[in-house]
């Protein structure tokens, strides 16, 4: 059995724990994030009949008052940023993440999901961002936690990176 | 060599020839090669001398074992996977020699084996008798019933010292389970989600109070549960433990973790998330999983103790057998002297097997209690009860008695007692079988002699309100007279013609009636005095009974004065009943005689 860690990131209120919920098997309680600051998933997926099991650590959002711990990312064989697509400043933020995200583990396979893709009437994003995000060779995706749009998609290709990424980190 | 030609100052001299040999060359050489010669010259020495360094490895192999091994346990460890193939090839190739060869140790090794099951064995029958009969037992059965949990994991949850229940073994970066070992019968699910948030925990805690560098979380308790962690650089080994783990514990779960970053140093080098190649380390994480209970019990106050709880029972069993086999056999003599008592019934043999059979021989009349009701009423089990009897006929008076009831077919209103051999018939018959009583010709076996003295007659119930209706009527007299009043003298008629037909109804069943008449008197005045009165209102009463055509034979008078007074209540009314004249009849045989007396 293959497993690959997944580490979420993203600003507090992003929707990050909302946007896995139902697509996950979890035994830990939202309240873990509250407490160690991370609660531990596991999404199973099939690449090509080779089932990878994903261990997705949603690590609790970033605020004023406390940072992402490092330690919690180190080993990641993958990332997915979670930004809120209605709230600018979350995307603002993406660069200073993956530098946290790079620090800690190195130059792993990384998706960003403009989550609240529902919302389309309070959608802050422009053309010029999601072209921006290409350009600096970002994968990304417009995911909704209400709708399910594009979560198994995320995750499919974060599977599929991280086997085809295969290097080691230092 | 021509002059003009044009040559070079020859510095080095090489114009001219050289020797090879000569100082100044060699000195030249030294000078400018000496370094990178020697350098060579040991190279060469090195490559020609390849046998040389396996003769020297074999003189320091042993010190460098013996060096190393005394360091640490890396060596053994390095060397065990080789010696273990090295063995197994071994053992294919040539199996006698090696079972040759280990023979002199397996003889012990069995018999201690051997030795240590029985001795588990005794420890168990022990520890069961005591939980079973011991103060603690009964509450741990208690709890088993409170709480609905099967008895032996309440006996195992007691005598726990301590339980390994799963052992992680987790890559250290990333929180990836690598392998996992629980006991089949706990059903461990998520591992791979709690091997990440044991990772997380530990990152938690060094993050939390800055200890990441100068060490981890090792151990932690949650309720009856601790799990130590052992972290090594590749990989961490968790254990989760019931109850209290001890101090060697921790030792040894680093022990197996430095032989799995040994054996697994590839394995960790390539690891990108596949665990298969750590499949192997399962075997190693299962013999971490361990339960100790606690078996090493203090001897001496308590062995006796021990060997107390085995006799106490047994006594309390021993006696309990013989008082109820004491019962038993107090019963059985109740019931023989009690057979042996009952009239009719003779015992010759009586016995009682240990089944509680009973086997009773001997004779019984059949007129005699029967002996299965009398052990019945005894409240004893008579199921089982063979009992052979011969029929005899007793002279007990009980059934000879009996035996004549049964023969004059006495009615229930007759009693039979037997004096002597004299049998004494008293209480009322209807005529008909005092009749036949007073005529038997031949008597009941055991019964020489008849007394029927005190036998009444009862007649047909017609009969017996004709001879109510005359025993009621009473003659009334003045005071000191014995003439008969008006009122008084027509009662006589009636009286006379029931008589009569009294008379004629008793004849025809060969009993003569006769009428006598009682006179009495008031108990003023003297005896004689009375006396003569009575007989005088008797006579006057006879008077008219015979002018009414009763015959004067079938009279009789009888003056009793003031003896024997009817009783009445009041003085005075007992007075006037007194002065009167009262009837009765009275039955006998026609033909007496023929009834001996």
């Keep these: 059995m293959i497993q690959k860690k997944v580490c ?150 974060l599977a599929g990176a991280t086997l085809r990424d295969g290097s080691k980190r230092p | 060599m021509p002059d003009d030609r044009a040559t070079p100052p020859d510095y080095l001299g090489l114009a001219t020839p050289y020797d090879p040999a000569s100082e100044e060359f060699a000195e030249l050489r030294e000078l400018l090669l000496g370094g990178e010669r020697r350098e060579l010259e040991e190279l060469k020495r090195r490559l020609d001398a390849q046998g040389l360094q396996v003769e020297e490895l074999a003189d320091r192999l042993p010190e460098a074992i013996a060096l190393r091994g005394g360091r640490d346990g890396q060596l053994a460890r390095a060397l065990a996977p080789t010696i273990d193939d090295a063995i197994r090839e071994s053992v294919r190739q040539s199996p006698r020699d090696i079972a040759t060869a280990i023979f002199p140790v397996l003889g012990p090794a069995i018999r201690k084996a ?108 949650v309720g009856e549960l601790t799990v130590l962690v052992e972290r090594g650089p590749q990989a ?130 059949p007129l ?68 036949r009583v007073k005529g038997l010709a031949v008597l009941p076996s055991g019964v020489s002699a008849l007394d029927h003295s005190a036998l009444e007659t009862t007649l047909p119930p017609d009969l017996a309100a004709v001879k109510t209706d005359i025993e009621g009527g009473r003659i009334h007299f003045d005071i000191g007279s014995a003439a008969l009043l008006p009122a008084e003298r027509d009662l006589l008629p009636a009286i006379a013609s029931a008589f009569l037909q009294l008379r004629g109804a008793t004849a025809g069943l060969g009993y003569r009636s006769e009428l006598e008449l009682l006179g009495r008197t008031d108990p003023t005045g003297t005896d004689a005095t009375n006396q003569s009165l009575s007989r005088s209102r008797v006579e006057s009463v006879r008077a008219v009974l015979t002018r009414l055509g009763v015959p004067s034979q079938d009279i009789r008078g009888t003056a009793l004065g003031t003896s024997k007074p009817l009783p009445e209540q009041g003085d005075l009314d007992q007075a006037r009943a007194n002065r009167s004249v009262v009837f009765q009849v009275r039955l006998s045989l026609l033909s007496s005689g023929a009834v001996p007396r």
């Design chain 1, 8 to 157: 979420m990131v993203g600003v507090y209120g992003t929707g990050k724990t909302s946007l896995v919920q139902q697509y996950v098997h979890s035994i830990f309680s939202v309240k873990y994030h509250s407490t160690v600051g991370v609660k531990i998933d596991r999404k199973v997926v099939d690449i090509g009949g080779t089932p990878v099991t994903l261990v997705l650590w949603d690590v609790a959002g970033r605020d004023a008052t406390q940072d992402i711990p490092a330690s919690y990312l180190k080993g990641a064989h993958a990332f997915l940023f979670v930004v809120d697509g209605t709230r600018r400043t979350t995307f603002e933020q993406l660069a200073d993440l993956r530098a946290l995200a790079r620090g800690a583990a190195g130059d792993v396979p990384a998706m960003v999901a403009l989550n609240k893709a529902d919302l389309k009437a309070e959608w802050a994003l422009t053309e010029r961002d999601e072209a921006a995000l290409v350009t600096e060779g970002w994968h990304h995706l417009r995911t909704s936690a209400k709708t399910g749009a594009c979560v198994e998609e995320a995750f499919g290709w």
């Design chain 2, 114 to 221: 051997i030795a240590e099951t029985m001795a588990g064995l005794v420890e168990s029958i022990n520890r069961a008798v005591e939980h079973t009969f011991s103060l603690r037992g009964l509450k741990w059965r208690l709890e088993a019933w409170r709480t609905g949990t099967p008895y032996p994991q309440i006996v195992i949850k007691h005598s726990l010292v301590y339980r390994v229940e799963q052992v992680f073994l987790i890559h250290t970066e990333t929180g990836l389970l690598l392998a996992h070992a629980a006991p089949a019968e706990l059903k461990v699910a998520d591992a791979d989600l709690v091997s990440g948030m044991l990772t997380a925990i530990q990152d938690f805690v060094g993050d939390s109070f800055r200890q990441q560098e100068t060490g981890t979380l090792r151990t932690f308790s």
């Design chain 2, 236 to 365: 961490t080994l968790a254990a989760v433990v019931r109850g209290q783990p001890p101090d060697t514990l921790l030792p040894r779960l680093q022990e197996r973790l430095e032989l799995i970053h040994l054996r697994f140093a590839a394995a960790f080098a390539d690891f990108t998330g596949d665990a298969a190649p750590f499949a192997l380390a399962q075997s190693a994480l299962e013999e971490c999983l361990e339960t100790v209970l606690q078996h090493q019990r203090p001897r001496g106050a308590h062995g006796k103790l021990l060997w107390l709880r085995w006799a106490a029972p047994a006594v309390l069993v021993v006696a309990l057998l013989g008082w109820l086999a004491w019962r038993s056999q107090q019963r059985f003599r109740v019931a023989v002297a009690r057979l042996e008592a009952e009239p009719g019934i003779e015992l010759t043999s009586a016995e009682r097997s240990i089944g509680g059979r009973w086997r009773l021989r001997g004779l019984r009349d």
């Design chain 2, 368 to 435: 005699a209690a029967r002996p299965a009701a009398i052990l019945a009423g005894l409240g004893m089990d008579t199921i089982g009860l063979d009992a052979r009897w011969k029929p005899y006929a007793s002279l007990e008076p009980s059934l000879t008695v009996a035996r004549a009831r049964q023969a004059l077919s006495a009615p229930a209103t007759v009693t039979l007692r037997l004096g002597g051999d004299t049998l004494f018939v008293s209480g009322s018959a209807p005529l008909p079988w005092v009749a």
